[in-house]
T-cell receptor, first 117, second 116 residues
Framework: EPEVTQTPSHQVTQMGQEVILRCVPI?????FYWYRQILGQKVEFLVS????????KSEIFDDQFSVERPDGSNFTLKIRSTKLEDSAMYFC???????????????FGPGTRLLVL | AQKITQTQPGMFVQEKEAVTLDCTYD???????LFWYKQPSSGEMIFLIY????DQQNATEGRYSLNFQKARKSANLVISASQLGDSAMYFC?????????????WGAGTKLIIKP
């Protein structure tokens, strides 16, 4: 069964460093998303992406964050200068982008656990 | 105001019993979808079941069913014949609006522990 994959599974970085989190969405899906979950807290939406453009972004997704689809399979989240409060689990998700509308299911990857020291 | 409310932070249930996890939502949009995800201790987010605002019948997927009460704005997850492997965090989430790429809005989750 097709699945979303994410690398790395864990990343430890120093405050102020840049990190790139990588995702491979399900191959025929057109919509891609990043969410994050700070330990013990709710899942929070960061950004959605379609047709090489950001569709929607939250207040969390400030200038420190960027997303890119560098080739036909990868979808990346870059945090330019990490802060302590960026420590969280980061989830990539994808959905078909067909005619399902609000019924479309988002399928999640296993997450990248980011720790900023 | 909270869009998704899960009032049970934690639940203990005996193995093989049925369990109901509560979820209430708040939206003025007539088009919305409600989703339940399971997050085991390993951290991944697993899609369980979906209910659309226009669906006339409650959704079912194997041992999972959704008790959808539209007038009360509730979408409770029912797990029948619980198993030890059901121990996990369970999240209710909603997408508002007709477009398929709108964000999911999440509840705080319920930690379910199945006792042998």
């Amino acid at each position: 069964e097709p699945e979303v994959t994410q690398t790395p599974s864990h990343q430890v970085t120093q405050m102020g460093q840049e990190v790139i989190l990588r995702c491979v969405p399900i191959s025929n899906h057109l919509y891609f998303y990043w969410y994050r979950q700070i330990l013990g807290q709710k899942v929070e939406f960061l950004v959605s992406f379609y047709n090489n453009e950001i569709s929607e972004k939250s207040e969390i997704f400030d200038d420190q964050f960027s997303v890119e689809r560098p080739d036909g399979s990868n979808f990346t989240l870059k945090i330019r200068s990490t802060k302590l409060e960026d420590s969280a689990m980061y989830f990539c998700a994808s959905s078909e982008g067909g005619s399902g509308g609000f019924q479309e299911t988002q399928y999640f990857g296993p997450g990248t656990r980011l720790l900023v020291l | 105001a909270q869009k998704i409310t899960q009032t049970q932070p934690g639940m203990f249930v005996q193995e093989k019993e049925a369990v109901t996890l509560d979820c209430t939502y708040d939206t003025s949009d007539p088009s919305y979808g409600l989703f339940w995800y399971k997050q085991p201790s390993s951290g991944e987010m697993i899609f369980l079941i979906y209910q659309g605002s226009y669906d006339q019948q409650n959704a079912t997927e194997g041992r999972y069913s959704l008790n959808f009460q539209k007038a009360r704005k509730s979408a409770n997850l029912v797990i029948s014949a619980s198993q030890l492997g059901d121990s996990a965090m369970y999240f209710c989430a909603m997408r508002e609006g007709w477009r398929s790429n709108y964000q999911l809005i999440w509840g705080a989750g319920t930690k379910l522990i199945i006792k042998p």
